[in-house]
């Protein structure tokens, strides 16, 4: 009796003392964890202003330190109800206002214990450039209503601010490499490897009011002014950008209107070889000049209307719109794009997004389709009447739907005889996204804010935070297989 009253006592000793350990075993990782927070999510907003709308992005990705390279993902988009911030010109509180929607949406989709440290900014482009051209303080007025509809959330508020045009191609440029894992890739085995130089590709975006191109040209570029030097994961890359202002969709249809309008001459009714036939519009002249990228009459009066109607010519159309490109060599020829810009030969492969991708996508040529193919497809499309046209695409806004015929041939034009690719049109890819993530500036200027592409080459760090995390969760189990071992010897041996 006294020897079992001793052997229980020996016993119970011995499996408190087991849990002790185990409980405190399992505390300090649970400290641990929340120290270092080795494996949470961590969120980015990125808004991006552009000239005919907004959309914010929500990314997500892995790890402890803004810096170390994760896998980025996108959570989600949102499309900002309404125009552009730059319209937004008579009322900038307005401008503030329309972002609210998206940003709750984002609010809703992060945990509220990491509101505090999300980053957040916006990028605006090309709409208020022109607008800061026309008036700075009023471009200035509405960034700051945005600013301040954006602080009034919870996040960790980093600016809104108009990105140089140099950076926006750049970033796109960043973007789609970063996504393709051109950079660097992470390997099963937690290493990280450089891929085949080869493998970078080039960025064409087409917006609203300008249109981007950024590659890695073969030889030198001839004019610093024009390249970005970038040092990622310890490589160089000299990358040749140029961004043409006023080369936006939006503005090269007004442009061309502008165009049409000139060479009519005095007359107010208008032949638009580019429209479908049948398809007639009303244009005041207020509407038709009210951009800086379009030359004006010195004397006009704006409340006067023009009348456009559609013929639906497709030769007509194209030789009207290389009327709105200088298509004249460079001081640097044959090194150039258009409107004497100048442009080392294109290299490599290329991805074109944003609107190319949609006019493309539209016309059922993305992502890719032999030249022949994409001409007649265009000539086909430039064909049909508007009675056609509107029976076919019951669901497209005939705002939209006018305009395809002459955004094609506007593409074909910059693409072929303005960054000349007609040696190299099957190297162009028309895409949207890579790797479930919409492509353009915004992933790539987050990355360069939150400094989380090294400059340096990356070290295999992500291995050790993992085997410590795994030897840990090993000890656990073994702590805890020892103290049953304990317990079952205690009960059944004695
Ligand atoms: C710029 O915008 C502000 C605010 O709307 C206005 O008061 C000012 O007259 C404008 N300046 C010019 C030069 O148009
Ligand atoms: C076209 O560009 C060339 C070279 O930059 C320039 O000399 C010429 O004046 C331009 N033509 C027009 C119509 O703008
Ligand atoms: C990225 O950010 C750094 C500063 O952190 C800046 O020097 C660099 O020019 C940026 N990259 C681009 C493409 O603008
Ligand atoms: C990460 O950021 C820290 C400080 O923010 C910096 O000291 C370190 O050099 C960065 N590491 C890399 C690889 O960029």
Not at 158 to 164: K, M, P, Q
Request: proline content about 4%; hydrophobic content about 40%.
């Amino acid at each position: 009796m006294a020897d079992m009253g001793i052997k229980t006592k020996y016993g119970a000793a011995v499996v408190t003392i087991a849990l002790i350990t185990l409980i405190a075993l399992i505390l300090s990782l649970a400290n641990h964890q929340t120290l270092n927070l080795p494996y949470s999510t961590q969120y980015g907003i990125v808004l991006d202003a552009g000239s005919t709308h907004t959309a914010l992005f929500l990314y997500q990705w892995l790890g402890n330190k803004e810096n170390e390279t994760g896998i980025i993902s996108q959570k989600l988009s949102c499309d900002v109800e309404g125009g552009g911030i730059s319209s937004y010109d008579q009322n900038p509180p307005a401008a503030g206002e329309s972002l609210k929607k998206c940003l709750d949406v984002a609010k809703a989709a992060i945990p509220e214990g990491q509101w505090k440290a999300t980053p957040a900014y916006l990028g605006a482009t090309a709409g208020m450039r022109l607008l800061g051209l026309q008036n700075q303080s009023l471009a200035d007025r509405i960034l700051e209503e945005v600013a301040k509809t954006i602080q009034s959330y919870p996040f960790d508020f980093r600016g809104a601010r108009i990105i140089d045009d140099k950076e926006e191609g750049a970033f796109g440029w960043i973007t789609i490499n970063y996504l393709l894992e051109s950079f660097v890739k992470h390997t099963f085995e937690g290493f990280w490897i450089h891929p085949k130089a080869g493998k970078i590709v080039g960025a064409l975006d087409l917006g609203g009011a300008s249109t981007q191109i950024s590659f890695t040209p073969k030889d030198l570029v001839k004019d610093s002014n024009s390249t970005s030097n970038f040092t990622l994961y310890g490589y160089k890359y000299e990358v040749y950008t140029h961004s043409y202002l006023c080369y936006g969709m939006d503005q090269a249809l007004k442009k061309l209107q502008a165009y049409l309008n000139k060479t009519a001459g005095a007359s107010s009714a208008i032949s638009h070889p580019c429209y479908p036939k049948g398809y007639i519009v009303n244009v005041t002249l207020a509407e038709l000049y009210n951009s800086p990228c379009v030359e004006k009459p010195i004397n006009f009066n704006p409340n006067d209307k023009v009348t456009f109607s559609g013929t639906g010519n497709s030769s007509l159309c194209l030789s009207s719109i290389e009327n709105i490109i200088n298509l004249t060599d460079c001081a640097l020829s044959p090194d150039c794009g258009f409107n004497g810009v100048y442009q080392p030969p294109v290299n490599g492969e290329f991805f074109a997004f944003s609107s190319y991708f949609h006019i493309f996508s539209f016309l059922g040529l993305a992502p890719k389709a032999q030249l022949t193919q994409v001409l007649s497809t265009i000539e086909t499309h430039c064909d049909k009447n508007w009675t056609t046209l509107t029976a076919e695409n019951p669901s497209i806004d005939a705002k939209y739907l006018k305009d395809y015929c002459a955004s094609a041939h506007y593409i074909m034009t910059i693409l072929l005889k303005g960054y000349k690719f007609n040696n190299s049109w099957d190297q162009i890819s028309f895409e949207k996204r890579v790797a479930d993530v919409d492509i353009g500036w915004t992933l790539g200027y987050m990355l360069n804010l939150t400094n989380m592409i090294p400059s340096e080459r990356p070290r295999a760090v992500t291995g050790v935070v993992h085997s410590q995390w795994a030897a840990q969760t090993f000890f656990i189990v073994f702590a805890l297989f020892l103290s049953l071992l304990i317990i079952v010897i205690l009960v059944f041996i004695t």
